[in-house]
């Protein structure tokens, strides 16, 4: 069991520059998340997965984010034209779809960015 | 909205000292509820959750009860070590809804001190 993988761990981007963040899920995991951590702060939703459907996206998700998961498999988030206001630490998790309680998410290590 | 609040911290405590740490919950389902621990330079672990009223979650010594009436989740630990220090997140899922996303708070940072 590899555990919920995430690259990279750390960008630091120029304001205005687009970046992409891929994580991939433990294998046997239909459904995906991605969180955003601020300082201080606790992890918020942004967006979820059912195998490739975006089934759900947060108003926290504006027009620059977009998420993909081709296949149901890995997934990636872009944001274009980052601000400032977008450095934060981007967490993704997977967990089983099967009901009855087996809901319990796994967190990768998540991506730092940092726009400067 | 569904919201979780917790206590703030942070929260210093001795080695073997008693820990509490507050959570209470807004939901309008019947929610599953979570404690996650975030170690320095680690990422989110599970630590313990209860699916249903009454249900008591526990592992490495902490515990945590749904309690329904109070919508409270609070997280005990009788005996702290220099190791858990750690900031500790409660969270709660709509088990009911359609994704099953968690809603967090805002987290307690615990420094337990030799």
């Known amino acids: 069991d590899t555990g919920v993988s995430q690259d990279p761990r750390h960008k630091i981007t120029k304001r205005g520059q687009n970046v992409t963040f891929r994580c991939d899920p433990i294998?046997?995991?239909?459904?995906l998340y991605w969180y955003r951590q601020t300082l201080g702060q606790g992890p918020e939703f942004l967006t979820y997965?059912?195998?490739?459907?975006?089934?759900?996206k947060s108003r926290l998700l504006s027009d620059r984010f977009s998420a993909e998961r081709p296949k149901g498999s890995f997934s990636t988030l872009e944001i274009q034209r980052t601000e400032q206001g977008d450095s934060a630490m981007y967490l993704c998790?997977?967990?089983?779809?099967?009901?009855?309680?087996?809901?319990?998410?796994?967190f990768g290590p998540g991506t730092r960015l940092t726009v400067t | 909205g569904d919201s979780v609040t917790q206590m703030e911290g942070p929260v210093t405590l001795s080695e073997e000292a008693f820990l509490t740490i507050n959570c209470t919950y807004t939901a309008t389902g019947y929610p599953s509820l979570f404690w996650y621990v975030q170690y320095p330079g680690e990422g989110l672990q599970l630590l313990l959750k209860?699916?249903?009223?009454?249900d008591k979650g526990s592992n490495k010594g902490f515990e945590a009860t749904y309690r329904k009436e109070t919508t409270s989740f609070h997280l005990e630990k009788g005996s702290v070590q220099v190791s858990d220090s750690a900031v500790y997140f409660c969270?709660?899922?709509?088990?009911?809804?359609?994704?099953?996303?968690?809603?967090f708070g805002t987290g307690t940072l615990l420094a337990v001190q030799p």
């Open positions: 294998s046997e995991h239909n459904r």
């Open positions: 997965f059912q195998n490739e459907a975006q089934l759900e």
């Open positions: 998790a997977s967990s089983l779809g099967t009901g009855g309680g087996q809901n319990e998410q796994y």
């Open positions: 209860a699916t249903k009223a009454d």
């Open positions: 969270a709660l899922s709509d088990y009911g809804g359609a994704t099953n996303k968690l809603i």
